[in-house]
């Protein structure tokens, strides 16, 4: 199987170089040329496998230039029983409501605690044999930014790996403080953390930047180094995340929620637009899934892409108490528009060229009546937001985090306003833990304790719930990370975090 960019399809590349370079050098994202088709029959063959065997099945058909014995390598030492908690790295939890049927995928069970582990405990031995195949020799330098989960996740799918490097950089006022705390602490000699003055889209943009600077890219190539990315513009980051809900659904079928070749539904709670596109791979697959429910918060761009076909993204930036979708500029769209436009990557670098330079872009009404075919689009906000893990906690004894109850809220508002009520899966992406005080307020008026730490004691005696371990033990971990930055110092902080500066 072949990839191609999206802005220019002469740019062809196997899975491992797609994987190897991250970006394609014209800045466009890489995407498979064709899709592997199941039917019926396949998706019932799956049902027989373990998670780890739907893994091997699954993205063995994406990665045609990796052997069988290298893929099964990955998924083995990626989802192991003791990094997730349990033989299944994603359970699902069902909440039936009324008219509404919740199977809440809960991809948090990994070592930090996000659904960004999914794929980040993977990428990592994806990366390496990629590199490996073609580059051999040389080092991958990774650059992340990240809105709080991703880096993490990166972090620690990475530290020690051989052959890699690592800078995280994360907006510091734009993360929560157990996210800061998880990334600060952070173990292994292979990695960086860097805090920068600004929010997560100058982080991101800073990125790119770094990715397509020709005169750093030649001080690297000079030194036997490579840039590789380990957030969700690369494929190595989606291509896991498609497994979740093929497998999302064999146990739905297995656990008799749905009779095989029912429709689903599936509401995602959006930053980047990678999961939600994810599952829209899965579809496109052959998964029954009628219709993507897009939830954002309040920084609602998509909301309002799906619904007017404009996507506007000079508009007010908000902080809000689910960080990890507080994003301007969804990288992944790039993606969907890409195959929505039956590959037009001309058009496609048109409307990227438009949103670099004036901010907006408006699809067609094709593309638009496409994109509604398939996608809904609803926001909440804060307030909403705690109101939603209030009324989860007290009703169905279920404790959400905050980006999982912005889901859990569209999905309802989704419901009321269409009347559709086929089983959903609603991707449940991160534990209340890493948002205790967001989520302690939702459910309590008391007064909350100062320390973070504190509020995670309180969180756990007043809802019988146990703190994961990974966060339990960051109480008392060494903080090795605090230098800050501004936006424009980010090239000559890698050049000098790598000593080539
Ligand atoms: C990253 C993240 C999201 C957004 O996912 P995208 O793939 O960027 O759309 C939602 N919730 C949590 C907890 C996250 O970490």
Redesign the pocket.
């Known amino acids: 199987m072949k990839y191609n960019s999206t802005r220019d399809k002469s740019k062809v590349v196997s899975a491992s170089q797609a994987i190897a370079q991250g970006i394609s050098e014209e800045g466009g994202l890489f995407v498979p040329q064709e899709l592997p088709q199941y039917t019926m029959d396949d998706i019932k063959a799956l049902l027989a496998e373990d998670y780890r065997g739907r893994a091997k099945k699954i993205m063995g058909d994406f990665l045609s230039d990796f052997t069988k014995e290298e893929i099964e390598e990955s998924v083995d030492a990626a989802y192991t029983a003791e990094k997730f908690g349990g033989e299944n790295p994603a359970p699902i939890s069902y909440i039936e409501s009324g008219n509404k049927k919740m199977s809440l995928l809960e991809l948090w069970h990994g070592p930090t605690c996000?659904?960004?582990d999914m794929a980040l405990q993977i990428l990592p031995h994806l990366l390496t044999k990629s590199v490996r195949k073609t580059y051999s020799g040389k080092e991958a330098v990774i650059l992340v930014a990240t809105?709080?989960?991703?880096g993490k996740a990166a972090l620690e799918g990475f530290k020690d790996v051989e052959g890699t490097r690592m800078m995280v950089f994360y907006p510091v006022n734009g993360v929560s403080p157990m996210q800061k705390r998880q990334m600060a602490t952070q173990k292994g000699n292979n990695v960086n953390v860097v805090a920068i003055e600004g929010n997560f889209d100058d982080a991101q943009t800073g990125v790119k930047n770094i990715f397509t600077n020709t005169a750093i890219k030649e001080k690297l190539a000079a030194n036997n180094m490579l840039f590789s990315s380990a957030n969700?513009i690369n494929w190595g980051r989606l291509l896991p995340q498609i497994v979740y809900y093929f497998s999302a659904y064999c146990d739905m079928v297995d656990e008799g929620k749905i009779a095989l070749g029912d429709p689903i539904n599936v509401c995602?709670?959006?930053?980047?637009?990678?999961?939600?596109l994810a599952s829209f791979y899965a579809m496109n697959m052959g998964l029954p899934v009628s219709k993507f429910i897009c939830a954002s918060n309040a920084n609602n761009v998509l909301t309002d892409f799906i619904r007017t076909g404009t996507y506007d993204k000079k508009r007010t930036f908000y902080t809000t108490i689910?960080p990890?979708?507080d994003?301007l500029v969804s990288s992944?769209l790039e993606r969907l528009l890409y195959h929505l436009t039956d590959g037009d990557a001309e058009k496609v670098a048109g409307l990227m060229k438009a949103l670099n330079t004036e901010g907006v872009y408006t699809v067609d009404e094709d593309l638009k009546a496409k994109l509604n075919q398939y996608f809904w689009g609803g926001y909440c906000d804060d307030a909403e937001t705690r109101k939603t893990i209030g009324e989860l906690y007290r009703e169905e004894n279920y404790l959400a985090?905050t980006?999982t109850a912005v889901a859990v809220n569209v999905y309802g508002q989704y419901v009321d306003e269409t009347g559709d009520t086929t089983p959903t899966v609603i991707a449940s992406?991160?534990s209340p833990y890493k948002f205790a005080k967001a989520v302690l307020a939702s459910i309590t008026d008391e007064t909350l304790p100062e320390d973070e730490f504190s509020m995670v004691d309180t969180l756990s005696e007043r809802t019988k719930t146990a703190v994961p371990a990974p966060l339990a033990s960051l109480k008392d971990a060494q903080e090795r990370f605090s230098f800050t930055c501004a936006a424009e110092e980010m090239p000559q902080t890698v050049l000098n975090g790598l000593h080539i500066g």
């Open positions: 996000a659904f960004k809105s709080g989960d991703t969700s995602v709670p959006t930053g980047n637009f990678g999961n939600i689910s990890s979708m994003i992944n985090d980006h992406t991160a």
